[in-house]
């Protein structure tokens, strides 16, 4: 017998009624058993039966598997419904003060919203009967995807996304990928936000190159004199791309744990945005990696993608 399971079967054995799986050795093969049985009237012996246990071991290992990835799956979706939740709640209050033209322009960012939590259930739903993080993988305009994200994330948060052109053409699944660009938007934000940060600024856009000047401290310098809270980069590299931000970044010692399910630094995060992240990258057989940012907040960098061509 396996010298792990034996105090287990002792302990079974000591009852009226046994029912046990445990592991024996023969011919330096190990085979799951199941022993069943009840004690006789005078307590003497058990009589029962034994009968291999590998397929019941199998199912039950099966159903720990399938309720794990439940539990994981409620978590996905109440994270991931928040972003367009909260962007059509906060857009409703707005609208309400507002007149007429401006308010139909809300009302419009709502039903966006509303349609990105449609497409999110059923995403979601189909992950769950599935089992799968990603399916059906195209070529795919890597800014469009960017932006896409940025509209249902940082729309309505004092931030700007800065775009390092040009972004690449991707083999990829659009919609994971999106979700990998809206949790990493959102993490930048909520970092780089204090608790008096308005989320009424609207954000905007801005496209550089790649021999964007820095000055002394490292700051990137674009027009206008941003004055926005955190500020969002999204680049290329010569196997991926990274989402840089000029936030608080992240400590060198919660680098690597950073991406697991349930660690957070943010006293409100959930921990399962970044989780999220670093299961689609390496279900699309990629790499991320964290570090910290030319300004001093976090970066995550994306590798081993595969590039169909640059974006004009």
């Not at 399938?66 to 909260?86: G, K, M, T």
């Amino acid at each position: 017998m396996h010298p792990d399971d034996r105090d287990r079967l002792r302990r079974a054995l000591a009852d009226d009624k046994v029912d046990v799986a445990y592991r024996i050795r023969t011919d330096g093969e190990t085979e799951w058993i199941t022993e069943r049985g009840v004690r006789t009237p005078d307590g003497t012996a058990i009589v029962g039966y034994l009968f291999r246990a590998s397929e019941r071991v199998e199912r039950c290992r099966r159903l720990e598997r399938q309720r794990e990835r439940l539990s994981e799956f409620a978590s996905v979706v109440s994270h991931d419904l928040r972003n367009p939740l909260a962007i059509a709640v906060g857009n409703l209050e707005l609208a309400r003060d507002l007149d007429a033209a401006a308010a139909a322009e809300r009302l419009d960012r709502v039903h966006e919203a509303l349609d990105r939590m449609d497409t999110l259930i059923g995403d979601l739903l189909t992950l769950a009967r599935e089992g799968q993080i990603v399916e059906e993988t195209n070529e795919t305009d890597l800014e469009r995807i960017v932006e896409t994200a940025w509209s249902t994330t940082g729309s309505a948060a004092p931030a700007r996304l800065v775009i390092e052109e040009p972004l690449p053409t991707v083999t990829c699944d659009e919609c994971r990928l999106r979700q990998v660009f809206e949790n990493l938007f959102r993490n930048a934000i909520e970092h780089g936000i204090d608790d008096e940060g308005s989320l009424e600024q609207l954000t905007s856009t801005e496209r550089i190159g790649h021999d964007t000047s820095h000055d002394s401290t490292g700051e990137l310098q674009t027009s206008g004199g941003s004055t926005d809270v955190v500020r969002v980069v999204v680049g290329a590299v010569d196997d991926g791309f990274f989402v840089a931000d000029d936030g608080p970044g992240i400590a060198p010692e919660d680098r690597e744990r950073i991406l697991e399910l349930g660690q957070s630094t943010h006293p409100d995060g959930t921990g399962f945005g970044l989780a999220i992240v670093e299961r689609i990258v390496t279900a699309h057989g990629w790499e991320i990696d964290v570090t910290e940012s030319r300004f001093g907040g976090a970066r995550f960098e994306v590798s081993g993608v595969e590039r169909i061509a640059n974006g004009e």
